[in-house]
């Protein structure tokens, strides 16, 4: 039903920046949170952050918070994750992924579990 294709991935030099995208389809696509993920070789599956369904809240972990920022455009069917001073530890494949229920009005306890269609991801590769 809802899909969801992330873009804007590539090869960067530290101290770079990045903006990637995610299309979904669907007419309720305004009614969910979305969430950023990545996954570096040999690593497990991390939460990079979230907007919520109203786009006004944002929620990061200490690893991204001031040089990460993700937003959104419900009238595109759109999320969007923009990412600035990028270090080799950033590289990874960036999954986008939309929340499994409608108008979440809280971030606590939030997990990947919470979220339930997702994309193919796509890779982002930062040079030292």
């Known amino acids: 039903q809802v899909q969801l294709v992330e873009s804007g991935g590539g090869l960067v030099q530290a101290g770079d920046s990045l903006r990637l995208s995610c299309a979904a389809s669907g007419r309720t696509f305004s009614r969910y949170a979305m969430g950023w993920f990545r996954q570096a070789p040999g690593n497990e599956r991390e939460f990079v952050g979230a907007v919520n369904w109203r786009g006004e809240s944002t929620y990061y972990p200490d690893s991204v918070k001031g040089r990460f920022t993700i937003s959104r455009d419900n009238a595109r069917n759109t999320a969007y994750l923009q990412m600035n001073i990028l270090n080799p530890e950033d590289t990874a494949v960036y999954y986008c992924?939309?929340?499994?229920?409608?108008?979440?009005?809280?971030?606590?306890?939030?997990?990947?579990?919470?979220?339930?269609?997702w994309g193919q991801g796509t890779q982002v590769t930062v040079s030292s």
């Open positions: 992924a939309a929340d499994r229920r409608p108008f979440r009005g809280s971030w606590y306890g939030i997990s990947s579990a919470d979220f339930g269609s």
